[in-house]
């Protein structure tokens, strides 16, 4: 069994700062996926970022880095920078290799104060 | 390319009724798949297909049965409504489920049993 954990239900964080969202799992496979899905109030799932477990260095896209801690098997989201459109849930996937079914967290709403 | 399109956007049963939702997809994708999201839970898989003729279950699969007759279309058929199927479903689909072919989501369907 795969599992996925967002221990913070909510976060907030004051525009043009840095907030972390943190996600843990757990799966028994060596060669996995991580993802991080952002759903805004319009519902849309958009997908934000994605890393492969066999690759050391943290991926990168823009304003958003991961911390890929696997021997912790943690997955923890930064958005530098944050800006009104950030505010959405954040959700944690898992997919294992060769698996058919991606895992989610249960989400973290994030808000932007202004 | 209209991508991943979900019908209705809205529904509202009464127990007991049978109702389906639909989803279909124009970019010729393999993977399809449906997710039921409710508050604090994330988002659960109800059953997959990756490809025609092949589907499978998921998470969460009783109360719910699909069909996949086409590469296009992936049906969600709820035959006999409960209060307990309350929720926001989304349909979603990927050439293959990697991560270089991330899930393309369509806008969900709220559906309510009273």
């Known amino acids: 069994a795969q599992t996925v954990t967002q221990s913070q239900p909510e976060m907030s964080v004051q525009e043009a700062e840095t907030v972390t969202l943190s996600c843990t799992y757990d799966?028994?496979?060596?060669?996995?996926?991580l993802f991080w899905y952002k759903q805004p109030p319009s519902r849309q799932m958009i997908l934000v970022i994605r890393q492969e477990a066999y690759k050391q260095q943290n991926a990168t896209e823009n304003r958003f880095s991961v911390n890929f801690q696997k021997a912790a098997k943690s997955f923890s989201l930064k958005i530098s920078d944050s800006q009104l459109g950030d505010a959405a849930m954040y959700f944690c996937a898992l997919l294992n290799f060769g698996n058919e079914k991606l895992t989610f967290g249960t989400g973290t709403r994030l808000t932007i104060i202004p | 390319n209209a991508g991943v399109t979900q019908t209705p956007k809205f529904q509202v049963l009464k127990t007991g009724q049978s109702m389906t939702l639909q989803c279909a997809q124009d970019m010729n994708h393999e993977y399809m798949s449906w997710y039921r999201q409710d508050p604090g839970m994330g988002l659960r898989l109800i059953h997959y297909?990756?490809?025609?003729?092949?589907?499978d279950q998921g998470e969460v699969p009783n109360g719910y049965n699909v069909s996949r007759s086409t590469t296009e279309d992936f049906p969600l058929r709820l035959l006999s409504a409960a209060p307990s199927q309350t929720s926001v479903y989304f349909c979603?689909?990927?050439?293959?489920?990697?991560?270089?072919?991330?899930?393309?989501f369509g806008n969900g369907t709220r559906l309510t049993v009273t």
């Open positions: 297909s990756v490809g025609a003729g092949i589907t």
């Open positions: 799966t028994s496979e060596s060669d996995y996926y």
């Open positions: 979603a689909s990927s050439y293959r489920l990697r991560i270089n072919s991330p899930l393309h």
